[in-house]
Each structure stands twice: as C-alpha cells, then as structure tokens.
C-alpha cells in the first residue's frame, strides 16, 4: 500500500515536471502558487512565535519576519546584491521610499529593511489570513487607498508614530506594483510626512524584474536583484511650498538609478 503512494506520488511529480518544462502557463502557475503556499504556511508557524516573543503588535517582531522571509529567496534561486546599507543608519526618524513592481517585492523587502522600520500597506492586506495577521503583529500601518480623507488621517498618524517611537516608516511612492522596468509618477504623501516631521527621505532602488519575472509571459524563473540604498535627503528648512520639488528631485534619483541597475540606457 505504501509503495502505491510513493509510485503515484513520484507519478505526479514527475507529471508536473514535465509540465513546467513544456508549459510556461503551467510553471508559472505552480511557481506562484507555492510562493503564497510558502507565505501562508510560515505565517501561520511564525504568529505564535511573535506572540511568545515580543507579547503582541510591535515593530520588534519585524526581526523574526524577516529572518524567516529572507530563506525564500533560495527557494526561487533568486540572489540580492545590495549596496549602501550604511545610508539607513541615519539618527531617528526618517522616511524610506522604495520602487514597488511585484509580489516579489515582500522577499525585496526584508533583504535589507533596518530595524524599527514600519511599512506601509494596503488595507486589503489586513484581511489575507495568516498573512495578514502577522504583517498586523509586524507593525504595518494600514491605508485604505480608496479614501481620500482616510489616507491623510493615516499618514497624520505615520507622522505621529515616527515621532512617538522613533521609527523609520517603509512607503511606495508609486502608489501600486509596477511591472514595466520604470517608474510611475510618485504619489506625494510620504513626501509631505518628511518635510512635516523634518525627517531626511532615504531612496531604496531595485533593479527591473523583468528578465526573470513577467506575469503578462508567464516568467517566473531564477535570478539577480540589484538593490542600491542611496543617500539621505534631508528636509531641514523645508516647507510645504518644497514639497513637489522635493518629489520630483527624489524621483528623478531614483528612475536614473533603476535604469543604470538594470542595464538600460537612460531617458
């Protein structure tokens, strides 16, 4: 009997490889969907871990998060280079703003995320079973994009928690994932946070993901990130009058630095 199941289970296996080598579609799919599986799973194992550590919400549980966030990357045969670490250690607050492109940016993410760093999340997230439970234990402040007057009142309470806990706040200033190797316009509230509290804005730039993974050519496969932390922007003296130009110059850095990261001529 046992070895009926190992000859259907090593059947099925085999089947599936075979698919994933002939099918895109097909490696696509499974690829991704052992991606969630993995979330889920470790979510579900690491919640209680949280609990017992650190007692309930707290940024300090981001630590075990991340420790075990980062052992993905072996499982997809992705590799981080990373350059610039020593831009994060800058004294207290400060915001962090990043190129968002995928569901892979979670691995992106905690590669290099510093200490007493909170990010900044969809509401919808709040709600994704034990994933969300644990990014909620992780002490990720929630937006609800589709409101307007929410949103100011969350990023008012950002801008109350970065000063109260002396944390970093993690935003993607794009708004949305953005899958296409450039930028899209940057939306403008974590710039205003920086110039309200007078917190310096650290650019976090990943390299294009599209020679590895493009949904729309069902490509998920093995490969290198380029991750540059740049230098501080401070925001000392600034007011809201500088704002735009502040968004723009931080935006302009970080579209020259995507481009160069991911070997594309400039525009």
């Known amino acids: 009997m046992e070895l ?24 696509f799919a499974l690829r991704i969907g052992f991606y969630y599986l993995l979330f889920f799973v470790c979510s579900a194992f690491t919640v209680p871990v949280c609990l017992l550590v650190n007692g309930g919400r707290t940024v300090k549980n981001m630590r075990i998060i991340k420790t ?30 990043s190129n968002h492109q995928s569901i892979l940016d979670m691995m992106g993410l905690m590669e290099v995320l510093p200490d007493d760093c909170v990010q900044v999340a969809k ?11 644990i990014i909620y234990l992780g002490g990720v402040i929630f937006i609800n ?17 970065m000063a109260t806990d002396n944390v970093k706040v993690w935003v993607y200033p794009e708004g949305t994932r953005n899958c296409t190797g450039d930028l899209l316009p940057f939306k403008k509230g974590a710039f205003h946070i920086a110039v309200q509290a007078q917190v310096p804005v650290i650019p976090v730039v990943y390299s294009s993901f599209t020679t590895f993974y493009n949904p ?21 003296g600034l007011t809201s009058d500088d704002v735009s130009d502040l968004t723009d110059r931080c935006y302009r850095t970080m579209r020259e630095t995507l481009f160069r990261l991911s070997g594309r001529p400039g525009e």
């Open 123 to 133: 509401k919808e997230l709040m709600y994704a079973g034990t994933v969300g439970l």
């Open 216 to 236: 729309k050519k069902n490509l998920f496969t093995s490969g290198k990130i380029k991750v540059e932390v740049l230098p501080p922007i401070e925001t000392k």
């Open 145 to 161: 994009r589709k409101s307007t007057s929410s949103a100011k009142m969350v990023m008012a309470e950002v801008a109350k928690t």
């Open 4 to 27: 009926g199941w190992l000859l259907w289970g090593a059947a099925v296996l085999l089947l599936l490889h075979v698919l994933m080598e002939l099918s895109p579609a097909v490696n």
């Open 68 to 97: 075990v966030v980062k052992t993905f990357k072996y499982f997809f045969g992705l590799r981080f280079e990373v350059k610039g670490r020593e831009n994060f250690e800058v004294e207290g607050p400060a915001i962090i703003v």
